[in-house]
């Protein structure tokens, strides 16, 4: 792990876009210090850093929707981050699938783990195997 | 267009994802502000601030890979913005088609459009004419 090479910004915070694995939609942009990083890394889900609560913020640990992280990428300026997860349940504390549900067109988006994507991206899966 | 319910921060930036409408690969994380976003929704090609040059910013004015806008989606918390595009070439400096090619397992990642996911995603888009 070459954690050392991200940049954290003047706050000590790097912005990590959560994406479905799967699906490929993404579900939320959240931000880590290097504690919520670490702790994401050893545990393989995720972890955040709430800058309206200024503190630590285990993703699912009271609703129990936690994201299984498959991968974690990171950007050619190594100032963001791309969180690649499996979701336990809705990213959204709205209970939504994604907490990008709306358009500046005013029209609600229906975004769902069960698109087309999703089907193909695990038939591709299993016909690998 | 409902613009003014976005909330910029106290730089007036708010961060945007950028995503292949078809394969649904995150491309970017850039920086929006009011004049960008404005901008953005007139010409449906992106522009955005660039923190470091400290100015707008034409995506593809030079290079020619411009980004054609599908469709601008808000979060929740109306505090991030995820543009949905279809790239007329590499969405990075480097001359990938994502800025996120790197993994924290020290591993590059081969991300690129022609993937099965875009494939039957444009297989989709055919069938459903």
Same mark, same amino acid.
């Given at each position: 792990?070459?954690?050392?090479?991200?940049?954290?910004?003047?706050?000590?915070?790097?912005?990590?876009? +959560?994406?479905?694995?799967?699906?490929?939609?993404?579900?939320?942009?959240?931000?880590?210090?290097?504690?919520?990083?670490?702790?994401?890394?050893?545990?393989?889900?995720?972890?955040?850093?709430?800058?309206?609560?200024?503190?630590?913020?285990?993703?699912?640990?009271?609703?129990?929707?936690?994201?299984?992280?498959?991968?974690?990428?990171?950007?050619?300026?190594?100032?963001?981050?791309? +969180?690649? +997860?499996?979701?336990?349940?809705?990213?959204?504390?709205?209970?939504?699938?994604?907490?990008?549900?709306?358009?500046?067109d005013n029209q609600e988006v229906a975004v769902n783990e069960t698109d087309s994507v999703a089907i193909l991206t695990?038939?591709?899966?299993?016909?690998?195997?």
């Amino acid at each position: 792990m070459n954690i050392e090479t991200i940049q954290f910004d003047d706050k000590g915070l790097v912005p990590a876009i +959560v994406q479905d694995a799967a699906s490929k939609e993404v579900l939320t942009l959240a931000y880590m210090n290097q504690e919520s990083l670490t702790k994401s890394l050893e545990t393989k889900e995720t972890w955040f850093y709430s800058r309206s609560r200024q503190e630590l913020w285990h993703k699912g640990e009271t609703s129990g929707n936690t994201q299984k992280i498959q991968d974690i990428r990171y950007d050619c300026d190594q100032d963001a981050l791309l +969180v690649l +997860v499996t979701p336990e349940g809705p990213a959204c504390h709205k209970g939504t699938y994604t907490c990008f549900s709306s358009s500046l067109d005013n029209q609600e988006v229906a975004v769902n783990e069960t698109d087309s994507v999703a089907i193909l991206t695990e038939l591709e899966r299993i016909i690998a195997q």
